[in-house]
Protein backbone atom coordinates (compact mmCIF):
# COMPACT_ATOMS: atom_id res chain seq x y z
CA UNK A 1 0.00 0.00 0.00
CA UNK A 2 1.37 3.48 -0.78
CA UNK A 3 0.94 6.61 1.30
CA UNK A 4 1.43 10.38 0.53
CA UNK A 5 1.80 12.89 3.34
CA UNK A 6 2.27 16.09 3.23
CA UNK A 7 3.48 19.08 5.83
CA UNK A 8 4.35 22.55 5.69
CA UNK A 9 1.63 24.64 5.27
CA UNK A 10 0.35 27.05 7.75
CA UNK A 11 -0.76 30.42 8.36
CA UNK A 12 1.97 33.04 6.81
CA UNK A 13 1.75 37.01 5.94
CA UNK A 14 1.86 37.95 2.51
CA UNK A 15 5.05 38.37 0.79
CA UNK A 16 6.09 35.32 3.30
CA UNK A 17 7.61 31.88 2.65
CA UNK A 18 6.44 28.42 2.98
CA UNK A 19 7.71 24.57 2.08
CA UNK A 20 5.72 21.95 1.39
CA UNK A 21 6.35 18.31 1.58
CA UNK A 22 5.10 15.08 0.26
CA UNK A 23 6.47 12.27 1.53
CA UNK A 24 5.63 8.68 -0.08
CA UNK A 25 5.75 5.46 1.79
CA UNK A 26 4.90 2.08 1.38
CA UNK A 27 5.97 -0.61 -1.63
CA UNK A 28 6.80 1.47 -4.06
CA UNK A 29 8.98 0.45 -6.75
CA UNK A 30 9.66 4.14 -8.47
CA UNK A 31 8.03 7.18 -8.51
CA UNK A 32 7.30 8.53 -11.75
CA UNK A 33 5.23 12.63 -12.36
CA UNK A 34 4.70 14.40 -9.17
CA UNK A 35 2.50 17.41 -8.50
CA UNK A 36 0.90 20.29 -6.29
CA UNK A 37 -2.12 20.68 -6.76
CA UNK A 38 -4.65 23.32 -5.15
CA UNK A 39 -8.11 23.89 -4.58
CA UNK A 40 -10.16 26.54 -3.09
CA UNK A 41 -13.58 25.54 -1.67
CA UNK A 42 -16.23 25.51 -4.24
CA UNK A 43 -13.05 25.55 -6.82
CA UNK A 44 -12.14 22.56 -9.22
CA UNK A 45 -8.69 21.33 -8.17
CA UNK A 46 -6.05 23.28 -10.30
CA UNK A 47 -2.03 21.79 -11.32
CA UNK A 48 0.55 24.35 -9.50
CA UNK A 49 3.57 22.51 -10.48
CA UNK A 50 4.63 19.13 -11.89
CA UNK A 51 8.15 17.97 -11.93
CA UNK A 52 8.50 14.78 -13.90
CA UNK A 53 11.81 11.85 -13.34
CA UNK A 54 14.37 13.53 -15.55
CA UNK A 55 13.14 16.95 -13.49
CA UNK A 56 11.58 18.94 -16.06
CA UNK A 57 9.00 21.39 -14.91
CA UNK A 58 6.04 23.50 -15.33
CA UNK A 59 4.33 25.77 -13.38
CA UNK A 60 0.80 27.59 -13.22
CA UNK A 61 1.31 31.44 -14.79
CA UNK A 62 0.12 32.93 -11.57
CA UNK A 63 3.04 31.21 -9.57
CA UNK A 64 5.93 31.12 -12.26
CA UNK A 65 9.22 32.69 -10.26
CA UNK A 66 7.41 32.91 -7.17
CA UNK A 67 7.05 28.68 -6.85
CA UNK A 68 9.63 26.37 -6.97
CA UNK A 69 9.54 22.33 -7.11
CA UNK A 70 11.89 19.52 -6.87
CA UNK A 71 11.92 16.31 -5.50
CA UNK A 72 14.58 14.01 -3.67
CA UNK A 73 14.41 10.47 -4.95
CA UNK A 74 16.49 9.11 -2.59
CA UNK A 75 14.35 10.38 0.32
CA UNK A 76 11.16 9.92 -1.78
CA UNK A 77 9.83 13.27 -1.18
CA UNK A 78 8.87 16.45 -3.15
CA UNK A 79 8.92 19.83 -1.90
CA UNK A 80 7.24 22.88 -2.91
CA UNK A 81 8.71 26.10 -2.32
CA UNK A 82 6.64 29.28 -2.10
CA UNK A 83 8.18 32.49 -2.03
CA UNK A 84 6.17 35.49 -2.08
CA UNK A 85 3.11 34.46 -1.20
CA UNK A 86 -0.02 36.74 -2.02
CA UNK A 87 -3.46 36.16 -0.32
CA UNK A 88 -4.90 34.52 -3.82
CA UNK A 89 -2.45 31.45 -3.01
CA UNK A 90 -4.83 31.04 0.30
CA UNK A 91 -6.04 26.99 -0.78
CA UNK A 92 -5.52 23.34 0.63
CA UNK A 93 -2.69 21.80 -1.40
CA UNK A 94 -3.04 18.33 -2.50
CA UNK A 95 0.32 15.96 -3.51
CA UNK A 96 0.02 13.85 -6.53
CA UNK A 97 2.64 11.41 -7.54
CA UNK A 98 2.23 8.83 -10.08
CA UNK A 99 3.82 5.65 -8.58
CA UNK A 100 4.84 2.52 -9.92
CA UNK A 101 4.04 -0.71 -7.55
CA UNK A 102 5.07 -3.23 -9.72
CA UNK A 103 7.08 -3.71 -13.41
CA UNK A 104 3.17 -3.42 -15.19
CA UNK A 105 1.04 -1.04 -12.31
CA UNK A 106 1.26 2.39 -11.61
CA UNK A 107 -1.12 4.42 -10.22
CA UNK A 108 -1.86 8.07 -9.62
CA UNK A 109 -1.75 8.39 -5.80
CA UNK A 110 -2.85 11.39 -3.58
CA UNK A 111 -2.24 13.23 -0.53
CA UNK A 112 -4.07 14.52 2.50
CA UNK A 113 -4.10 17.97 1.53
CA UNK A 114 -2.07 20.71 3.70
CA UNK A 115 -4.01 24.04 4.09
CA UNK A 116 -1.99 27.13 3.06
CA UNK A 117 -3.03 30.64 4.40
CA UNK A 118 -1.71 34.12 3.08
CA UNK A 119 -3.62 36.61 5.23
CA UNK A 120 -2.29 39.74 7.49
Known amino acids: QVQLVESGGGLVQPGGSLRLSCAASGSILSINAVGWYRQIPGNERELVAR???????TYLDSVKGRFTISRDNAKRTAYLQMNSLKPEDTAVYYC??????????????WGQGTQVTVSS
Open 96 to 109: NAVIATNWSTQYGH
Open 51 to 57: ITTGGTT
